[in-house]
């Protein structure tokens, strides 16, 4: 999230939110050395899991009194929703990072699913404090923190044959990405729209730039 006002939720919380967020970044890293099979059986023992607890607070009042109690000041209001019952970010993060392990090559999981973790922390951070030009939906100064630490991201993640058009391709599915997420609010929860954009347009890129590459690291488990 990135936003010229405070919103519903205020900064301090805010940076106490993303850095829980920054946490999630432990999903690629991991990935990164383990089979797809046994990341596929982990993330999906760990949504159930909290899919079973977001959606049991708005049907258990014990269970709702205790997950308020002690993670209500991280919610937005949406997220407390009885009428809409929306999932929480935790939710979605787990959420996406399954459906996304599930279709994507690890390659391309690991540079979106940290340009999610990283930019989308940095945009709702600086759009917050910094935020005064309104861009489309959001702020410039948001989306531009999201950019920024996105080409800082894929400049850092693994690529294939570390040729110059394969950071090029995520350079331009970064910038996909910081448009997705300024227009994601209130349409879709951008832990999801994120990572499955820019995924999706770097898969893509891959297939009609460098087709004879093989999607899969060498050096890492399949």
Request: hydrophobic share 55%; aromatic share 16%.
């Amino acid at each position: 999230m990135n936003q010229i006002d405070n919103g519903t939720i205020n900064y301090k919380n805010e940076v106490i939110r993303k850095l829980i967020h920054f946490c999630s970044l432990s999903i690629p890293v991991i990935y990164y050395f383990i089979p797809r099979e046994a990341a596929i059986i982990i993330l999906s023992i760990l949504s159930f899991f909290f899919l079973v607890v977001d959606l049991g607070r708005y049907f258990f009042p014990p269970l709702g009194d205790f997950f308020y109690k002690v993670f209500g000041f991280l919610l937005r209001t949406h997220e407390m929703d009885t009428k809409k019952r929306n999932l929480n970010g935790a939710t979605y993060v787990l959420l996406s990072a399954l459906i996304c392990v599930i279709i994507f090559p690890k390659v391309i999981f690991v540079t979106a699913f940290a340009i999610l973790i990283i930019s989308d922390s940095f945009a709702a951070l600086i759009g917050r404090r910094f935020g005064k030009h309104k861009f489309l939906f959001k702020s410039l100064e948001g989306t531009s923190a999201f950019f920024i630490s996105a080409i800082i991201v894929v400049l850092l993640s693994p690529k294939i044959e570390y040729r110059i058009g394969e950071y090029l391709l995520a350079v331009f599915a970064a910038f996909l990405g910081a448009i997705v997420e300024n227009i994601s609010f209130g349409y879709a929860d951008d832990n999801l729209t994120i990572p499955l954009s820019v995924g999706l347009v770097m898969w893509l890129l891959y297939i009609l730039v460098f087709p004879e590459m093989q999607l899969i690291l060498s050096n890492v488990p399949l």
